[in-house]
């Protein structure tokens, strides 16, 4: 009873470090809500008709240009009885439902159509990540053997500082949120086969898919397989695994990550067939890796960047472009 009240002390410090981080700034309406829409008054139409200018924050442009306007296409498409396939209102037209920064089939994006205010809606949507990711790591470090202090001092790191704050906006937040959920319940697979952890597995990894940033559930990826390779050795040096049970775990995750890719095949399959017409991938595709004759010093940077570019696509700058790379 003891430790179950320690644990709640800890979730409830973590829901109070989600409600600080998105509390509404001095000064501000009483009725604000998160939203980076101000960005607008830097913009022809809405220029116009400011007063006072604002202070310049370009890196907001995609939220309030892209993120806010795909939420309520969204909205009033589904409204409507209609699957939006296809956005009618960028430029000529565009794939919808295959971007996946749209999160046209992520469940939690549709508190957009709770309401009429899809704003207030975004507000609800951040916050339940935040407080996703925080109460995942919180259980997480508990799992592993951290007290509750450590524990609650994990999650309210991890909703609240460096990356997540920084994207709260954007979909790499609502991707990442996902991971210590998922290193849990991949965990829980690993000590011991059962259909319903490897169902756990495969729901999480698909909502992390579902989530909109397929390069951050990339990594997240790779980030689940080094944390149970890791798992298994720690087992097997001070447990004594046997090495039939560790490959049945594997296998296992295998098998849940697999079936996290199938649930979202409706997501990913689109998505794959628009990634075929990227003028970004074009470009990376066309230049060369390597010298024509590398010699051994170029062959091993040229190993380093690729290694790197894997990982994290934009490591040396944007690759769109010829001659922004300072490897």
Partial sequence: MKNRAAVGLGLALVVVGALAL????????????????????????????????????????????????????????????????????????????????????????????????????????????????????????????????????????????????????WPQHATLAWLPLLLLVADRLLERFAPGRLAAVAVVFAAMLLAGHPETAFKAGVAVWLFSFGRLLERRRHEGLESDRAWRGVWGLAAGLLAGLGLAAPQVLPFLDYLAASEALATRSAEPAFPAQPDLMSFVRGVAAWGMQLLSPDAFGDGAGPGRWWF
């Fill in 22 to 169: 998105l509390r509404t700034p001095p000064g501000a309406p009483a009725d604000a809500v998160l939203s980076a829409n101000g960005v607008l008054d830097l913009h022809s139409p809405w220029s116009e008709t400011v007063v006072t200018p604002r202070e310049p924050r370009w890196t907001l442009n995609d939220p309030a240009m892209q993120m806010a306007p795909w939420r309520l296409f969204l909205r009033d498409e589904i409204r409507a009885g209609r699957l939006p396939l296809w956005n009618h209102l960028n430029g000529l037209g565009a794939p919808f439902l295959a971007n996946p920064q749209t999160r046209c089939l992520y469940p939690p994006q549709w508190l957009c159509l709770l309401g009429a205010d899809a704003h207030a809606a975004q507000q609800l949507f951040v916050f339940l990540h935040v407080l996703l990711g925080g109460i995942g790591l919180l259980l997480l470090a508990r799992r592993l053997g951290c007290g509750i202090a450590g524990a609650t001092l994990a999650g309210l790191s991890f909703a609240t500082l460096g990356f997540n704050p920084l994207w709260l906006l």
